[in-house]
């Protein structure tokens, strides 16, 4: 889906969320500066993703190695848990992994 389409989507949640009754020529306005500066943000996040991902991949590889220590995982068990990271992180997406999480119980 292009990212224009999804801002119109959401821009259209917007308006039926927060204008249930219409939106007046100065609400319209508003909401396409919202949209247009959603598009902008968006693409500048996309743009700098490359160097973020990087950086947050080895983090949360930190991280899992620290909880695994403090819970007492062996190295064995450990190096499992990195190497399904790894794969994890070769095959699903930052936003798949972040609504696989927020559907968890945990």
């Given amino acids: 889906m292009s990212l224009e389409l999804t801002c ?4 259209i949640a917007l308006e039926k969320k927060h204008f249930p009754n219409g939106v007046t020529p100065r609400e ?6 919202v949209e247009q500066l ?3 943000a968006y ?3 996309a743009q700098s993703s490359n160097d973020v991902q990087a ?3 080895q ?4 991280y899992a190695i620290m909880a695994a220590e403090r819970v007492g995982f062996s190295e064995s068990d450990t190096q499992r ?7 994890r992180f070769d095959v699903v997406s930052l936003e798949k992994a972040a609504e696989h999480y927020r559907r968890s119980s945990y």
């Fill in 81 to 87: 848990l990195i190497r399904a990271l790894h794969n």
């Fill in 28 to 33: 319209i306005n508003l909401l396409d500066d």
């Fill in 59 to 62: 983090s949360a590889f930190g």
């Fill in 38 to 40: 959603l598009q902008r």
């Fill in 8 to 11: 119109a989507k959401h821009r």
């Fill in 55 to 57: 950086w947050s991949n």
């Fill in 43 to 45: 693409q500048a996040g």
